[in-house]
């Protein structure tokens, strides 16, 4: 079950039951019961409830029907506390839910990011938003017991300087604005929910069957294992002659009892069947303790819908296949060719998501974009700063893909790093030691463009003072040099990446926007970065170039980057021999 758009008629209610659950109305789990409640047909009467022991409790003593609780969060993990008392009390589960959780940052009308100081959510809301929040300076995250509780309490204490982290559903029932969306870890962050009624139930409980299709069921287990070598692989041996597919494995130290481990496991299939009889009895051999929970109707996860935006664009963006979006850190030699596109600048929402959309569309596998831009000029645009960071960090979450942008001070290093998944040295500062310095000692991958008068060696000499502070992950960028060559802003220097495939095994990108400086010509430079061995290209795209705040001559337009992509298809990757 998911909280997409169904384009299927919803039938009339035919039954109502009480439904109980953690929080208050605006919650996410009221959200998922309205949502169940319209797609099967029925209607629920909330019963909010303060814990998960509540909610078991109100099912069991009969003042609820049924109830909810979530049971496991894609970026949180296991939510052990709702498996824990499905267990304890011998409940019936019933149906498995599953919901996209869009978290939005909600504040009272008047307010801004800029007022905030102060944000309430459901713990594990909050560490779904760890790295939002670690944008935000100066501002302290307050665990609460429910995000419909958060967006409430905001909404009568009037004040500016707090806000919430909550659903669009529970902006719009409390009379919130939104001041930042799609800021969840990741795009795809999704909660599982599981239904249950009391065991035996009786009256309307006992007549309410939420399965669609029989044949689609899942069972939830736990068992527990001596710490000993081979024991959980005993029990997965198990499962695996008999045919069954685990889909959720998770582990803890068995309270209470020493040297024992306690296991939480989904298994596809119904305890029904004749396959899992027999692996149950087998099971219990090679197990201290086993307790089956039950089996219900399962639903798998629905497929993300990416942010849309209304921006007026030259062309429509090819719709060549996206490629793992993992496959963007790159090792010399493995087989990957990676391509970074985005904006020079970051210049509005509306540009940098329209732009993320396009270049992830056509098959990028990480989003760029400028925050602080060292220009020439004093009096040319110099970039958004840490708004524009907001904007960039917010892009890449819309679309699932790691962000790239430059830093230019030791004092940004900090803050940069908590936003971006990989730093840009730019190539003004590739021989500003003490930045090189600073940015070793981060966790995240670098980006090291070679300088305008820079050698072979001087590019390499600045990646070691990187490495030798422990940082490994060093990508190094050609993006042309200065020579007399006046036809091009600057002289691409593809004769280094052979040079430099034989010297380092650190990967080698390019980036031909920089290195010509017209439009036209950057595409066969493109073609031929990655036939000379480049393990990627790093490309400037805007959605009207022509309005763009810097460098407008280089940026190539939406179509323009899906012929790009079309046409680095046909050549091939390079191997790892040079010569």
């Known amino acids: 079950m998911s909280n997409q758009t169904d384009t299927q008629p919803v039938p009339a209610p035919t039954l109502t039951l009480t439904a109980s659950f953690e929080g208050i109305e605006g919650s996410y789990s009221h959200g998922v019961l309205n949502a169940y409640a319209q797609r099967r047909g029925v209607s629920f009467a909330p019963v909010g409830c303060q814990t998960y022991r509540a909610v078991v409790h109100s099912v069991l003593s009969g003042r609820a029907d049924i109830g909810l609780l979530p049971v496991d969060n894609a970026i949180a993990g296991t939510m052990r506390e709702g498996y824990d008392v499905l267990a304890e009390y011998e409940l019936d589960p019933l149906a498995e839910i599953t919901w996209h959780m869009d978290h939005r940052l909600l504040g009272i009308p008047g307010s801004s990011l800029a007022t905030v100081r102060m944000i309430d959510s459901h713990p594990v809301v909050l560490a779904e938003c760890g790295r939002f929040l670690a944008t935000l300076r100066d501002v302290r ?65 006992a007549d309410f069957e939420p399965a669609l299709d029989y044949a689609n069921r899942k069972t939830s287990l736990v068992f527990a294992v001596p710490d000993q070598p081979g024991a959980l692989g005993r029990c997965l041996t198990v499962f695996g002659q008999n045919g069954l597919n685990i889909s959720k494995l998770d582990s803890k130290t068995r309270l209470g009892a020493e040297h024992q481990f306690a296991f939480y496991a989904d298994v596809d299939g119904d305890i029904r069947e004749e396959r899992f009889a027999a692996a149950l009895q087998a099971l219990r051999d090679v197990t201290v303790s086993l307790h089956v929970i039950g089996s219900y109707d399962a639903d798998s996860a629905p497929p993300r819908q990416r942010l849309t935006t209304n921006v007026t664009v030259d062309s429509t963006p090819s719709k060549a296949p996206a490629p793992a979006k993992n496959s963007w850190k790159v090792t010399r030699g493995d087989g990957y060719f990676v391509v970074v596109g985005g904006p020079c600048s970051v210049e509005s929402r509306e540009q940098i998501l329209a732009t993320a959309e396009a270049v992830t569309s056509a098959g990028a596998v990480m989003l760029r974009g400028g925050v602080f831009k060292p220009r020439t000029s004093p009096y040319s645009f110099q970039g958004l700063g840490w708004a524009g960071m907001d904007l960039l960090a917010e892009a890449g979450r819309a679309v699932g893909v790691p962000i790239v942008s430059e830093v230019m001070t030791i004092d940004q290093v900090e803050r940069m790093s908590t936003a971006v998944d990989m730093l840009q040295i730019g190539a003004r500062n590739m021989q500003n030691f003490d930045l090189l310095k600073a940015v070793g000692k981060t966790d995240r991958p670098v980006l090291l463009k070679r300088g305008m008068a820079a050698s072979v060696d001087d590019l390499l000499s600045a990646a070691e003072y990187i490495l030798s502070e422990g940082n490994p992950n060093v990508v190094l960028c050609e993006r042309g040099i200065r020579t007399f060559e006046t036809a091009t802003r600057n002289t691409l220097d593809l004769s280094a990446i052979p040079v430099l495939r034989e ?69 091939p990757i390079m191997n790892d021999r040079v010569g």
Not at 516 to 530: H, S
Not at 555 to 571: I, W
């Open 141 to 205: 995250s307050v665990p609460v017991p429910d995000t419909g509780v958060a967006a409430r309490d905001v909404a009568a204490a009037a004040d500016p300087t707090r806000a919430a982290i909550a659903s669009s559903d529970a902006g719009r029932r409390y009379g919130l604005i939104e001041l930042a969306n799609t800021i969840s870890d990741h795009p795809d962050n999704y909660t599982r929910f599981l239904m249950f009624r009391a065991p035996n139930a009786r009256g309307v409980a």
């Open 503 to 571: 010297r380092t095994h650190l990967p080698i990108m390019v980036d031909p926007s920089h290195g010509v400086g017209v439009r036209r010509w950057i595409i066969p430079l493109c073609r031929a970065a990655k036939a000379v061995g480049a393990h990627g290209l790093l490309v400037e795209v805007h959605p009207n170039p022509s309005e763009a705040l810097s460098d407008s001559e280089q940026a190539l337009t939406f179509s323009d980057f899906g012929r790009m992509m079309d046409e680095l298809a046909d050549v």
